[in-house]
């Protein structure tokens, strides 16, 4: 049994059950090539059917990616389920090797190469569902490292709502993209940021504002924005004197990632609202890089309008979490209502041998999904002078509880207040890397 990974209780039973489900098909890869796969017979009869179970069977199990790592003799599969690596078993040598020769084929990949980086994607169904798997194959000193990336191509998380917002955020959110100036949406590479971002774009009430956009929607359907036709080479400044002349409100820039986009954004901040995704760790972070980038610190106060970060957490499971009652001293610690009836954490592992059943929806993991937390800043007056005082994340972070900010804890706790989160995942991803 390769890939039983959760404990792998119930996987040894009579296998019927497996057989039930219809494996994932492979629909052709995402850069169009055809796939030659008479010319390449004998890998497609020793991976094929390996490459579909092992994929299969993370898409039944809800995981985001599966990396196969070859370690001396064998590889070591691994399953990420909600950002969470779980062991997926092991492969031997030719086996894994067949598996990941055998994805890099149907991606379109070259498979006689593979002492490069090579990133591709596969079109996939699984149970009437469409997924894109993305490919990536990695050079190590003992073979190759692959990594499969499974995104849905119908996930859920579209509005600030389904997101996880709360309603005075996601308000004070629509409030800031409503005049000209920039708002930048932060978090950590690989959180979600890209969705939280098109989330913002959505909710600016697009019967009132014109919406127009310069960035790459990765298939995303947005239909209350309009793309903006750009000519080959053109400035992010003429692209926003376009938008201004056409009467835009709102123009969605690409990702921060330069001091000259960052320059030109500042500079243009009274000509239109930009909104602009941008990787940074924190909020301090991420307005520290900016006055680096602009090196103008009466321009950034001057400009900008507020930086909107987010992180993942993982919600508990609906079926098997469990209530208790919390103290209220505990509660009043914590900074929760102290009239908060309960508060829910994950069932405990069940005992070695027990016969117990474990929960169906999550396989016993507790918990299901993630949505994520929120943190805003706003710039108040104080904040204005804290940007021109040539700050540290420190001072910025004083500024931000002098403001009454609601910080990224306080809306984790406001998860765990609504019971959609234990304070045990909180304690999780607030821990220290
Ligand atoms: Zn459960």
Do not use: H
């Given at each position: 049994m390769v890939f039983g990974l959760f404990g792998g209780k119930g996987r040894n039973e009579p296998e019927e059950e497996e057989d039930d489900v219809e494996p994932v098909s492979f629909l052709g890869p995402l850069n169009g090539q055809e796939v030659n796969l008479k010319a390449n017979g004998r890998l497609v009869e020793a991976g094929l059917l390996r490459a579909k179970d092992?994929?299969?069977?993370?898409?039944?199990?809800?995981?985001?990616?599966?990396?196969?790592?070859p370690k001396g003799a064998q590889s070591v599969?691994?399953?990420?389920?909600?950002?969470?690596?779980?062991?997926?078993?092991?492969?031997?040598?030719?086996?894994?090797?067949?598996?990941?020769?055998?994805?890099?084929l149907l991606s379109g990949l070259d498979i006689k190469e593979r002492k490069t980086v090579q990133v591709g994607g596969i079109k996939a169904e699984f149970d009437e569902k469409k997924y894109t798997l993305g490919i990536k194959s990695i050079p190590v000193a003992e073979g190759e490292r692959l990594l499969v990336r499974i995104n849905d191509n119908k996930a859920k998380l579209e509005t600030p709502s389904d997101l996880g917002m709360g309603e005075p955020m996601r308000l004070k959110l629509r409030e800031l993209c409503q005049d000209p100036g920039v708002v930048l949406v932060c978090g950590p590479p690989n959180s979600g940021l890209s969705t939280s971002f098109f989330g913002v774009v959505r909710n600016i009430d697009a019967y009132i504002y014109?919406?127009?956009?310069?960035?790459?929607?990765?298939?995303?359907?947005?239909?209350q924005t309009?793309?903006?036709?750009?000519?080959?080479?053109?400035?992010?400044?003429?692209?926003?004197?376009?938008?201004?002349?056409?009467?835009?409100?709102?123009?969605?820039?690409?990702?921060?990632?330069?001091?000259?986009?960052?320059k030109t954004m500042l500079a243009r901040h009274e000509s239109i609202n930009m909104l602009a995704e941008m990787s940074?760790?924190?909020?301090?972070?991420?307005?520290?890089?900016?006055?680096?980038?602009?090196?103008?610190?009466?321009?950034?106060?001057?400009?900008?309008?507020?930086?909107?970060?987010?992180?993942?957490?993982?919600?508990?499971?609906?079926?098997?979490?469990?209530a208790y009652k919390p103290k209220a001293e505990f509660l009043k610690k914590l900074g929760l209502p102290v009239d908060t009836p309960m508060l829910y954490r994950k069932p405990?592992?069940?005992?070695?041998?027990?016969?117990?059943?474990?929960?169906?929806?999550?396989?016993?993991m507790g918990y299901y999904?993630?949505?994520?937390?929120?943190?805003?800043?706003?710039?108040?007056?104080?904040?204005?002078?804290?940007?021109?005082?040539?700050?540290?994340?420190?001072a910025i972070r004083a500024q931000m509880r002098k403001d009454k900010m609601v910080t990224l804890q306080q809306d984790g706790l406001r998860l765990v207040a609504e019971g959609r989160t234990s304070l045990e995942e909180l304690q999780r991803v607030f821990k220290p890397a």
């Open positions: 092992l994929i299969t069977d993370a898409m039944e199990r809800r995981a985001d990616s599966v990396r196969i790592d599969v691994t399953i990420f389920v909600d950002g969470m690596p779980y062991p997926g078993g092991k492969l031997g040598k030719t086996e894994a090797n067949a598996i990941t020769q055998m994805l890099k014109t919406i127009y956009t310069i960035c790459d929607l990765e298939g995303r359907s947005m239909i309009t793309a903006m036709d750009r000519e080959p080479g053109e400035t992010l400044d003429l692209s926003i004197t376009k938008a201004a002349r056409r009467e835009a409100n709102v123009l969605v820039c690409e990702p921060l990632k330069t001091s000259e986009v960052a940074a760790k924190d909020t301090a972070s991420a307005l520290l890089q900016l006055l680096e980038w602009v090196g103008d610190p009466a321009l950034v106060a001057a400009g900008l309008k507020g930086i909107l970060t987010q992180k993942l957490v993982r919600t508990l499971c609906s079926e098997c979490k469990l405990p592992e069940p005992a070695e041998g027990s016969q117990e059943e474990e929960c169906e929806k999550c396989g016993g999904g993630r949505t994520m937390m929120f943190e805003l800043l706003e710039i108040s007056e104080g904040m204005k002078q804290t940007i021109q005082s040539k700050p540290d994340a420190n």
